[in-house]
């Protein structure tokens, strides 16, 4: 009877500990980063600015800094206007949360469809995020992305 007691006991102890790393994983940037790869994916503006707090800034490759709703919305309806979204993809991510502050790094692939046509621009790059947990839900309030640098040149042959 003792040993079936403490066996349960461990059991609810091991099931409560992957439950709550598992739901660790679904928390913070982590969260954001697929609801901000979703919403690009189905080119939908609201739900990509509503990714952002009210204060948030974005710095896009190529772009001035975006402060604040109204001008990440301008920054992401230009985009969305112009362009098809084909791919929003977020790859190598890293994430730490401690409390209601979470980061998150790693890398991305954002393609886009000229809706003007033309040939497709397909981004490769690097991200790193700051995202806060505001009244329960989670928001980026730094969002950083830069594209990879060229290829270094090849050295020449003596």
Request: net charge neutral; aromatic share 10%; hydrophobic share 50%.
């Amino acid at each position: 009877m003792t040993k079936t007691f403490v066996f349960r006991g461990i059991l609810a102890c091991a099931l409560a500990l992957a439950a709550f790393a598992a739901s660790a994983e679904d928390t913070g940037a982590a969260t954001v980063d697929a609801a901000w790869a979703k919403a690009m994916k189905a080119g939908d503006l609201d739900a990509v600015v509503a990714c952002y707090a009210e204060d948030a800034v974005l710095w896009l490759p190529g772009a001035p800094e975006a402060r604040g709703s109204k001008a990440i919305r301008e920054t992401y309806a230009g985009m969305l206007a112009a362009n098809t979204v084909t791919e929003a993809s977020i790859m190598n991510a890293h994430y730490e949360t401690w409390q209601n502050i979470s980061v998150g790094w790693g890398n991305f692939v954002l393609a886009l469809q000229p809706k003007a046509g033309g040939a497709p621009a397909v981004m490769h790059g690097r991200f790193t995020d700051v995202a806060r947990q505001i009244k329960g839900r989670w928001y980026y309030v730094a969002d950083q992305a830069s594209a990879d640098p060229a290829p270094a040149p090849a050295a020449a042959k003596p």
